[in-house]
């Protein structure tokens, strides 16, 4: 069974940092991209980065470049989402996806995701 575990939420200041981490089990992990998405109260789910380990391929939206950094730990299935210089814009719930469908600009679009977890929220407060 795929499983798709976030965590690493919570409140924080303006200009603070957060780091999430998301622990796939059920599938072999080089062989999907697996992308984080956010979705806020009243908008729609948008990608914020994605990472494809066979192809050494990281996308980040224009809107966290800079700011945001993603790794992996393969031996734990896990990947990692450093958010640093955080705003109230990025107050979103967070959600990790995986995929093994599509190219590198589709991945931070959701509907090419087949697998999601439960999401972890984020709260930046002014």
């Known amino acids: 069974e795929v499983q798709l575990v976030e965590s690493g939420g919570g409140v924080v200041q303006v200009g603070g940092s957060l780091r999430l981490s998301c622990v796939a089990s059920?599938?072999?992990?080089?062989?999907?991209?697996i992308g984080w998405f956010r979705q806020a109260p009243g908008k729609g789910r948008e990608g914020v980065s994605i990472?494809?380990?066979?192809?050494?391929?990281?996308v980040y939206a224009e809107s966290v470049k800079s700011r945001f950094t993603l790794s992996t730990d393969n031996a734990k299935n896990t990947v990692h989402l450093q958010m640093n210089e955080l705003k109230p814009e990025d107050t979103a719930k967070y959600y990790c996806?995986?995929?093994?469908?599509?190219?590198?600009?589709?991945?931070?679009?959701?509907?090419?995701?087949?697998?999601w977890g439960r999401g972890t929220q984020v709260t930046v407060s002014s």
């Open positions: 059920g599938f072999t992990f080089d062989d999907y991209v």
């Open positions: 996806a995986a995929t093994r469908t599509g190219s590198s600009s589709d991945w931070l679009v959701p509907n090419w995701y087949d697998y």
């Open positions: 990472i494809n380990s066979r192809e050494g391929v990281t």
